[in-house]
Nanobody
Framework: QVQLVESGGGLVQAGASLRLSCAAS????????MGWFRQAPGKEREFVAA????????YYGDSVKGRFTISRDNAKNTVYLQMNSLKPEDTALYYC?????????????????WGPGTQVTVSS
């Protein structure tokens, strides 16, 4: 059974940093494109970042480009999201997701597996 479990969320002030982790099990992790998405109350789920199975390709949403960095450690079956210069508008529930496609993409409907999410709250 595939499981994705996010951690590292919390309450921080604007300008601070957080590092999210997502531990995967039950799948051949190094064969999956991994993505991070977020959803704020009353809003649609938004693409944040994605990384190819080899970590050779990354892709970011416009709202986080230059502030967030996605990375992965295939030996630990874990994907990370380093978030710097956090803003109040980054407040959301952050999800990691896995997709077998070799192409890095932002299409939420194509990611097959999802974690339960970790809450990030940024105060002004």
């Amino acid at each position: 059974q595939v499981q994705l479990v996010e951690s590292g969320g919390g309450l921080v002030q604007a300008g601070a940093s957080l590092r999210l982790s997502c531990a995967a099990s039950g799948l051949h992790f190094s064969s999956y494109t991994m993505g991070w998405f977020r959803q704020a109350p009353g809003k649609e789920r938004e693409f944040v970042a994605a990384i190819s199975w080899s970590a050779g390709t990354t892709y970011y949403g416009d709202s986080v480009k230059g502030r967030f960095t996605i990375s992965r450690d295939n030996a630990k079956n874990t994907v990370y999201l380093q978030m710097n210069s956090l803003k109040p508008e980054d407040t959301a529930l952050y999800y990691c997701a896995a997709d077998r496609s070799p192409v890095v993409h932002s299409d939420v409907s194509l990611y097959a597996y999802w974690g339960p999410g970790t809450q990030v709250t940024v105060s002004s």
